[in-house]
């Protein structure tokens, strides 16, 4: 009976990483259609599917969150992507991903959902440049970095209100975020 409960248990949370996986695709393709309206910007994006990695941070394992970051920049890039996107994409995902999950470790009453998705919008486009910087073999692409930051940070702090919108309203994640975050206590115990 253990063995079935835990098979149920794994079953429900590859569906759940599928599910954010799909919308994270969904709303990087959907992203690429919208026109940025700042000339002084271009290529800029808002990054519109972190808001599923902030979901994921909050509900699943660092390993699952791994996965579903690799799942979901491989399938954009499969679906709409160049291999020049996919390593941007790659460079600033990864180095926003890891950079959240440390301020994150920080805990609530230090920085807010609001903080972490901030951070991670200005690491993305860090991460972003110093893929372009290495590939152009100069760091003047870094140049380019007060710009994006000011726009990764609007952006972050968007998103993070629309992730705290999601966890205050949406019953199923603030079940699932409540007890992602009970884990660890009962394993100490």
């Known amino acids: 009976m253990n063995n079935s409960f835990e098979h149920s248990n794994r079953t429900h949370r590859n569906i759940y990483i599928a599910l954010l996986v799909a919308q ?7 992203e690429r259609m919208i026109p940025f309206p ?12 972190n808001l599923i990695t902030i979901v994921a941070i909050f509900t699943l394992s660092f390993r699952d969150v791994i996965t579903l970051t690799w799942l979901r920049l491989i399938l954009t890039a499969l679906v709409g992507g160049t ?16 950079s959240m999950i440390l301020v994150k470790q920080l805990g609530p009453k230090r920085v807010s959902i609001i903080g972490i998705s901030a951070t991670g919008g200005v690491m993305h486009n860090v991460g972003q440049l110093l893929v372009a910087s290495f590939i152009a073999q100069t760091w ?3 140049l380019y970095l007060p710009i994006l930051s000011i726009i990764g940070l609007a952006a972050g702090i968007a998103l993070g209100i629309a992730a705290n919108y999601l966890f205050t309203h949406v019953t199923i994640l603030s079940y699932l975020r409540f007890n992602h975050e009970q884990v660890p206590s009962k394993k100490k115990e």
Do not use: D, R
């Not at 994270?24 to 959907?30: A, D, K, N, R």
């Not at 291999?83 to 890891?98: E, V």
């Open 140 to 142: 003047t692409v870094m």
């Open 83 to 98: 291999l020049s996107t996919f390593i941007y994409s790659f460079g600033g995902a990864f180095l926003s991903l890891f």
């Open 38 to 49: 700042f000339a002084f910007a271009p290529g800029a994006k808002l990054g519109l599917a």
């Open 24 to 30: 994270g695709v969904i709303i990087g393709i959907l």
